[in-house]
């Protein structure tokens, strides 16, 4: 009974440490393929549209695409 009990103590440790370290793997891997969205690259993509950002306009543009993520959840 208690070599049950030590095994399930193990086994509960075990898979608490893979899942940490799984899911950490699994986060970095999303952030590579989708970066968080910054003012630099709103200023880059403005100009590339042939735009010049104001610091103004940055700032609407980050408080809109923060109000829809939160309109999102």
Known sequence: MGLFFLGLIIGILAGGV???????AYMKKYFEDNPPVNEDMIRTMMMQMGQKPSQKKLNQMMAQMKNSQKKSK
């Open 18 to 24: 893979a899942g940490f370290f799984g899911a950490r």
